[in-house]
């Protein structure tokens, strides 16, 4: 069975500092790209970072470029988020997400709340 799990939510002042976790198991994680996705109150799904099988290529959305790093472990079997320099606009609830074919999710995992608020 495919579990998706994250963790590290919370919330934060702006312009601090969260990093999320996402274990996987049940698949080979190492085989597979990962993302992190978002769902902001209110509002549709946003696609937020990417990750080749083997984390040498990343992709971010403009909205976090230069903020957000999206990073793996494959010896872990886990996913990460490190997220910089946070505003108000990145308060959501994020998403792992693994690639199935043809770059289409076919798992996500429970989210994890962040909320950027003083």
């Known amino acids: 069975e495919v579990q998706l799990v994250e963790s590290g939510g919370g919330l934060v002042q702006p312009g601090g500092s969260l990093r999320l976790s996402c274990e996987a198991s049940?698949?080979?994680?190492?085989?597979?790209?990962m993302s992190w996705v978002r769902q902001a109150p209110g509002k549709g799904l946003e696609w937020v970072s990417a990750i080749n099988r083997g984390g040498g290529t990343t992709n971010y959305a403009n909205s976090v470029e230069g903020r957000f790093t999206i990073s793996r472990d494959n010896a872990k079997n886990t996913l990460a988020l490190q997220m910089n320099s946070l505003q108000p606009d990145d308060t959501a609830v994020y998403y792992c997400?693994?690639?199935?074919?043809?770059?289409?999710?076919?798992?996500w995992g429970q989210g994890t709340q962040v909320t950027v608020s003083s």
């Open positions: 049940g698949f080979a994680f190492s085989s597979y790209h």
């Open positions: 997400a693994k690639y199935g074919s043809l770059w289409m999710f076919d798992y």
